[in-house]
């Protein structure tokens, strides 16, 4: 008889391994299935670049870098993760913003008050502004957050809100109402122009919000941009020793609970009997048996992949071919080079390397990256994200040299006339690389070598489909009970026995394992119901 779990999860992603680890914690005998040689899905760092002059090679990761969310969280805490070596180093500032043709920089510190003291240095009344800002988004995020941690029921929605309300005062002031659900409604862009009036905060600030992936313009993103006030709160951090150290604590946690982890062992079908979850089947033939079923990979290729389309009815077919997956999202290069970009506008600036540096001069500039995308090419002149995170963990490469990540967006999974991603990697990847030259002119011929991920290559390595490291496409018709689809919003789905945990669910993607929590929870009364019967 094959061994029976009480619940197997699909794919080692860090939403999976959260809700592993909850499953495990409370006592339950869990097997996690990871198709590729590494755990972590897309929070995964891997040493590359191994050489006689480099025998230590580089930790470069090959997912996300900076984690922001998971910290307003209680996941890390009610894992323990810190025992299983997850040790986090506080990027201080989490971004910041090279002023173009200006000898200045904009440093957005967790402490708000420096934060002010920073951006009054090129825009005082914009300073004022800010705090008028945070001080907004605040008051309503801290009711959002809650909401991100439960199932996303209308009455949980309501529920959570209302005791917001009652604990933390009313989220708008008197008679602020209306004006107050407008700026909701709004696009993050419209937001910040009625809020700043200086063009370089204005772009710091979108760009950040940009990066959830709706484009400025876009209606009811407006707490894309508000979200800012929570990056306050928690601050940006960086796992010591890559992004995967995250995952590689995850794992070891759930080991020392008894679950386990299998590397090299795609999942070809989830087995269905009599409309029930009963377990897996590898592409190598090997089949596990489980009470529960949790799919931590994207929904499509959950459910017409790996169920098939002969186990739910021909309505949710539809439904679940229609979501809007996207057209990409941006690619990234990761980076060996000799030394730390110095940026024309700050030089010798002591802080502008510990997070994010954004590296957009405008919205005029950001428009027309958007303007290429939508024509199905790559854009001329990307805007980047750069990351130095060498500079706060020296540890991560040899002595002497530093890593360079750079995330650049709207490149189109599908491209135009016929060009392909493989013939032209290597050029787009110049582009990005030619932006940080622009910006710090001494990184010319400083590259020791390079890992390139195009919108293919991320939906070849994490089975992202199209690129969309969100998954799907965070709009407010794909958010809430509204993600994946409505009668799949709460982590259940019409097969009896499967449940999914992925970023394809609320509250959506980044560092966040928000999901995994809350369909840990979900598979947990679940368990509890049929232990009791």
């Known amino acids: 008889m094959p061994e029976i779990f009480d619940a197997i999860v699909v794919g080692s992603g860090h939403n999976g391994l959260t809700c592993a680890c909850y499953l495990a914690k409370a006592?339950?005998?869990?097997?996690?299935?990871?198709?590729?040689?590494?755990?972590?899905?897309?929070?995964?760092t891997e040493t590359m670049f191994k050489s006689d002059q480099y025998p230590g090679g580089f930790r470069m990761d090959v997912g996300s870098s900076a984690h922001f969310m998971i910290h307003q969280t209680p996941v890390i805490k009610d894992l323990n993760l810190e025992k299983y070596g997850l040790e986090y180093i506080e990027m201080d500032p989490f971004m910041s913003f090279p002023v173009p043709g200006q000898q200045k920089v904009i440093h957005f510190f967790r402490d708000i008050e420096k934060t002010i003291e920073s951006i009054a240095q090129v825009s005082p009344q914009d300073a004022?502004?800010?705090?008028?800002?945070?001080?907004?988004?605040?008051?309503?995020?801290?009711?959002?957050?809650?909401?991100?941690?439960?199932?996303?029921?209308?009455?949980?929605?309501?529920?959570?809100?209302?005791?917001?309300?009652?604990?933390?005062?009313?989220?708008f002031g008197k008679g602020g109402q209306m004006d107050g659900l407008r700026q909701?409604?709004?696009?993050?862009?419209?937001?910040?122009?009625?809020?700043?009036?200086?063009?370089?905060?204005?772009?710091?600030?979108?760009?950040?919000?940009?990066?959830?992936?709706?484009?400025?313009?876009q209606t009811a993103t407006g707490d894309f941009v508000g979200w800012q006030a929570m990056l306050h709160e928690s601050g940006g951090k960086r796992p010591r020793g890559g992004s995967g150290m995250l995952t590689q604590a995850m794992a070891a946690m759930l080991r020392d609970h008894g679950?386990?982890?299998?590397?090299?062992?795609?999942?070809?079908?989830?087995?269905?009997?009599?409309?029930?979850?009963?377990?897996?089947?590898?592409?190598n033939g090997d089949e596990y048996r489980s009470k529960v079923v949790i799919s931590n990979a994207h929904v499509q290729t959950t459910m017409l992949k790996l169920v098939g389309k002969e186990h739910i009815s021909p309505e949710l077919l539809h439904r679940v071919k229609s979501i809007n997956v996207g057209n990409g999202f941006g690619m990234v290069i990761r980076c060996a080079v000799k030394e730390l970009p110095k940026y024309t506008s700050c030089p010798d600036d002591e802080h502008v390397h510990n997070g994010l540096q954004m590296l957009c001069p405008d919205m005029k500039y950001m428009k027309r990256a958007i303007g290429d995308y939508m024509k199905g090419d790559p854009p001329e002149k990307p805007a980047v994200v750069a990351m130095t995170f060498s500079k706060i963990d020296p540890d991560l490469c040899p002595d002497g040299t530093h890593t360079l990540f750079a995330w650049a967006q709207w490149h189109p999974y599908e491209l135009r006339d016929g060009l392909s991603w493989d013939a032209i990697r290597e050029r787009e990847a110049q582009k990005i690389y030619d932006v940080v030259c622009?910006?710090?002119?001494?990184?010319?011929?400083?590259?020791?070598?390079?890992?390139?991920?195009?919108?293919?290559?991320?939906?070849?390595?994490?089975?992202?489909?199209?690129?969309?490291?969100?998954?799907?496409?965070?709009?407010?018709?794909?958010?809430?009970?509204f993600r994946p689809t409505p009668e799949m919003s709460a982590y259940e789905t019409p097969v009896e026995n499967l449940y999914l945990s992925s970023a394809s669910c609320h509250p959506g993607g980044g560092v966040f394992a928000a999901a995994g929590h809350n369909a840990a929870g979900v598979v947990l009364k679940h368990l509890k119901k049929k232990k009791w019967f």
């Open 184 to 217: 909701i409604f709004s696009s993050y862009e419209q937001v910040v122009n009625e809020y700043f009036e200086n063009e370089s905060v204005r772009t710091a600030l979108n760009w950040m919000a940009a990066q959830s992936g709706p484009p400025p313009d």
């Open 128 to 171: 004022v502004r800010y705090r008028e800002f945070i001080a907004f988004w605040k008051k309503i995020n801290k009711g959002v957050l809650k909401t991100f941690l439960v199932p996303p029921t209308s009455g949980n929605i309501i529920r959570e809100m209302a005791i917001g309300q009652m604990r933390d005062g009313s989220m």
């Open 438 to 481: 622009d910006y710090a002119p001494n990184m010319k011929g400083k590259l020791i070598d390079w890992y390139i991920q195009t919108p293919l290559d991320i939906e070849r390595k994490h089975g992202l489909l199209k690129g969309n490291v969100m998954h799907v496409e965070m709009t407010l018709d794909q958010m809430f009970m």
């Open 259 to 283: 679950g386990e982890v299998k590397a090299n062992s795609p999942v070809g079908k989830i087995l269905v009997s009599g409309g029930k979850a009963v377990g897996v089947k590898l592409a």
């Open 27 to 44: 006592g339950h005998k869990v097997l996690v299935l990871e198709s590729r040689d590494t755990i972590g899905g897309a929070v995964c």
